[in-house]
């Protein structure tokens, strides 16, 4: 019996676009995901022989505005201290002086960010819901109880990841973070308008703004729709947020979420979240 060898051809290599200084990690063409900074792609890890998310960022293209790039560079040093099961893992990082681009490797969620994956499966029992929201706070608890205290900042479900094979959700994207000292306290205004809390508007809070997020990504888990997704401005979902007018979807007559029988009736969800937001004002 002949053995074949299982080293391929040269022209049957990885299709990779390109590899880190170490080789270790190789990028594939397939984009993830992009924002406004940065480029998500698909890569590869052959010393583990795992997937990785490869997230790509021009410098160039923010030249004229060194905050980004200092932000960027921030999210890469907290990320790289960070190690918690429901907190997107870093591996390595490096900036590409020749192409002039910020590099760096992280755990990638095969299915996505929770919004895209919630739309996929709009049948999702109050189980799955509340085994979802249980590890996003595992995850904040573990960001709100380190020394120095993490404040995220800009939750929202497409900052939160999942593994839907084994329901496994993580928290990423902390682009706007703030690690405060033992006051807990800090006062620059940034996040998604529609999650944010309104301290946040008055530039005075503490990590507390988080769990108002919380209670938002909450209830787009439930009604699959974004909060405050009447309003057309930013303008007006501010006076809203800051005269304590909840969003429409808190008042949606039903909700299918395959619980029993798919139906959750209007008073016992609006008594759901009326508890939920009471908790949230009196803290």
Request: with cysteine.
């Amino acid at each position: 019996m002949t053995c074949e060898s299982l080293d391929p051809p040269e022209g049957d290599k990885e299709p990779f676009e390109e590899l880190d200084p170490t080789a270790r990690f190789g990028r594939y063409p397939d984009l993830l995901g992009a924002g406004a900074v940065k480029r998500v792609y698909r890569a590869f890890d052959q010393e583990e022989g795992r997937e990785v998310a490869w997230n790509q960022v021009k410098l160039k293209n923010f030249s004229q505005d060194p905050s980004v790039i200092d932000r960027l560079v921030k999210e890469v040093q907290l990320l790289s201290k960070l190690r918690n099961n429901n907190i997107i893992t870093l591996y390595h990082v490096w900036r590409d002086v020749e192409h002039n681009t910020l590099n760096f490797i992280t755990e990638i969620c095969t299915s996505g960010n929770l919004r895209e994956y919630r739309k996929k499966h709009r049948h999702v029992s109050i189980r799955a819901l509340k085994k979802w929201s249980k590890q996003v706070l595992k995850g904040l608890e573990y960001l709100h109880t380190l020394e120095p205290c993490v404040i995220h900042r800009d939750l929202n479900c497409s900052n939160i990841f999942i593994n839907g094979n084994v329901g496994e959700v993580k928290i990423g994207d902390f682009g706007l973070a703030a690690i405060v000292g033992k006051s807990h306290v800090a006062h620059s205004i940034l996040g998604t308008p529609e999650y944010m809390a309104p301290e946040l508007y008055e530039e005075d809070y503490t990590e507390v703004v988080d769990i108002y997020s919380f209670g938002m990504c909450l209830l787009e888990m439930v009604t699959m729709e974004i909060p405050y997704c009447e309003c057309d401005s930013i303008a007006k979902i501010y006076k809203k947020v800051t005269t304590g007018i909840k969003p429409r979807s808190f008042d949606k007559q039903l909700i299918t979420v395959g619980f029993n029988d798919g139906i959750i009736p209007e008073q016992d969800l609006n008594r759901k979240l009326e508890m939920h937001f009471s908790v949230l004002s009196e803290s």
